[in-house]
């Protein structure tokens, strides 16, 4: 435990820093050479790193719909149900973020619109590590499906049999995606940012992977024009503020349920209660023993931080200083603190409100800002799969209303072409409507 009002403003600062990321010349000389290899060899290339890291010798990339179908009967209905469930979920709340046109007239025969139209081609990465991840998928394909995206592609490494797990498929077939491809790693992001002989390039790109999918993102979104990615990525994190109302056997599964993710994930207990605390710490030391994945869960608690500070106004201030992925608020009255958090990528406001739900079936999406980005990144959602523009239409009093407005600041900015551009709408303007009177007066 750490007591936080001790700690100089440096050794506070110091404490949330994050593990790490694995960041070095050669790391990023490796991708640099696997996205050269995509670039150059196309088709040729992804077959070759798929065999080296997935160790599969694939004869097709492609999945067919009679994969599908075999997928579908494949799961029992228990799971069939659940995949329901949350796809359901996860589109109730998306739906209601359908965006809607902005139309204003600043002044008399001057209108300004805002509009929002689909991103044309996106790409969905689906990480396959230890465990099929359903969840993600529908998290990046409902909002590409309700958007109405062209063409959606999903990519996903494949298993030591060269497929995809049985549950992927089936959230890709809901979301109704176009393209499925049993291809992961940096080479997969390569395919969609360059396009191969069998892939089409896309637009943007979503979702998390390992470190090399990362760098893969970072490399691709500075090198190709017109390629896109939805966010910078990191280890996954929670944040719990808690008090001394806080069931500490509640308060240390949701620090494990972040803990098992990876060796690099990193837990923070907050609390204004000494005695949360401990009974915190030996919670989590009774719960670690149960779990399948206890030696990740272990690896990742090295990093873990159990601070006390002087109140709960002080907990949210070292909340919105680690800007968490997830925040827990379960305290007394969560809602309470609500007003004054910041910096957050998703909240879980009270003691029933696990961030599992959100990771799977609550409806929001777990695509998440992380590493201190949830200072200036938003959590996924509808409105990233669209693109948005503006327009504007002037009538000629319009343009002679603001005309003065427009060749002053011309004039200011030493911008004569600019300037041109209205002036000689102006004066052939005049000249027509001088022509017209003429014309009037001659006729009398």
Sequence with gaps: MIIWKNLTAKQQQALLERPAIAENEQLSSQ??????????????????????????????????????????????SER?????TAYEQIKSFHQAQQPQDVIVETRPGVVCTLTSQAIESVGLYIPA??????????????????????????????????????????????????????LGGAQAIAALAYGTQSIKPVCKVFGPGNRFVTEAKKQLSQQVPGFAIDMPAGPSEVLV????????????????????????????????SESLIAQVEQAMAQQLSQLSRRDIATQALTQSR?????????????????????????????????????????????AYTPESAGDYASGTNHVLPTYGYAKVCSSLSLADFYRRFTIQEI?????????????????????????????????????QNSEQNKAQGEGL
């Design 395 to 431: 009538t000629k009093a319009g343009l002679a209303s603001l005309a003065p407005c427009i060749t002053e600041l011309t004039d200011a900015e030493g911008l004569d072409g600019h300037k041109r551009a209205v002036t000689i709408r102006l004066a052939q303007n005049k000249a």
């Design 306 to 350: 159990l601070i006390l500070t002087d109140n709960l106004a002080t907990a949210v201030q070292v909340s919105n200083q680690y800007a968490p992925e997830h925040l827990i608020i379960q305290t007394e009255t969560p809602r309470a603190q609500l007003a004054g958090i910041r910096n957050a990528g998703s909240v879980f406001l009270g």
């Design 129 to 182: 590590g230890s465990a099929p991840l359903p969840s993600t998928v529908l998290m990046l394909g409902v909002p590409a499906q309700l958007a109405n995206c062209e063409r959606k592609v999903l990519v996903c490494p494949p298993d030591r049999d060269g497929k995809l797990a049985d549950e992927v498929l089936v959230a890709a077939d809901l979301c109704n995606i176009d393209e499925i491809y049993t």
């Design 241 to 272: 503020i808690a008090d001394k109302n806080s069931n500490p056997e509640f308060v240390a599964a949701d620090l494990l349920s972040q803990a098992e993710h990876g060796p690099d994930s990193q837990v923070v207990l907050v609390s204004d």
């Design 31 to 76: 991708v640099a050479g696997i996205l050269t290899q995509v670039k150059t060899q196309g088709d040729q290339a992804l077959f070759s790193l798929t065999e080296k890291f997935d160790g599969i010798a694939l004869s097709s990339l492609q999945v067919t719909p009679a994969q599908i179908d075999q997928a579908k009967k494949a799961l029992d």
């Design 80 to 84: 069939l149900t659940a995949i329901n």
